[in-house]
């Protein structure tokens, strides 16, 4: 199996994880996030290879490692971790808008506007983070199956 059929199907299967699960704590919120910064990251480098989407793809991994072993000095970023996801959602899918393929412009236009909710519900967020676990789920399962589908 390729890799971008295997990115594809581990996103696909941590954003389900994502909807059906929604958040318990808020370390395991920044755990998750963490997790698939850097499937969303490893996805977007191997997806392809143009500059935008490496960067994306580096910054998503940087991020999804700081989430994840929760670095104090960086811990002003976990108040501000649901506007870092929907900027590096609108990152990625400008990114894929420009990669060239049909489905990838469709998949990326959707994740464009799902990165766009969730920078908004951002401040609803905060206190209640349902709302960005599902759009990041819903993300992460149209970015899968971008890549499950892309040849």
């Not at 390729?2 to 919120?29: D, M, Q, R, Y």
């Not at 850097?38 to 940087?62: D, K, R």
């Not at 970023?77 to 990625?92: A, E, N, P, T, V």
Request: aromatic share 12%; glycine share 12%.
């Amino acid at each position: 199996m390729e890799a971008n059929k295997t990115s594809g199907i581990l996103s696909i299967i941590l954003g389900l994880i994502f909807i059906i699960f929604p958040i318990f704590s808020s370390e395991l919120v920044s755990i998750m996030i963490g997790v698939s910064l850097l499937f969303l990251g490893i996805a977007s480098i191997l997806g392809g290879f143009s500059a935008p989407s490496v960067i994306v793809g580096i910054l998503a991994i940087i991020f999804g490692l700081l989430f994840i072993f929760n670095i104090d000095a960086l811990s002003f970023l976990l108040g501000l971790q649901f506007y870092i996801i929907g900027i590096l959602m609108i990152l990625l899918g400008i990114a894929g808008f420009f990669s060239g393929q049909d489905m990838s412009k469709i998949a990326s236009v959707l994740i464009i506007i799902l990165g766009i909710i969730a920078f908004i519900l951002g401040g609803f967020s905060i206190n209640n983070p349902i709302y960005v676990a599902i759009l990041i789920g819903i993300c992460l399962i149209i970015q899968g199956v971008r890549l499950y589908i892309s040849e």
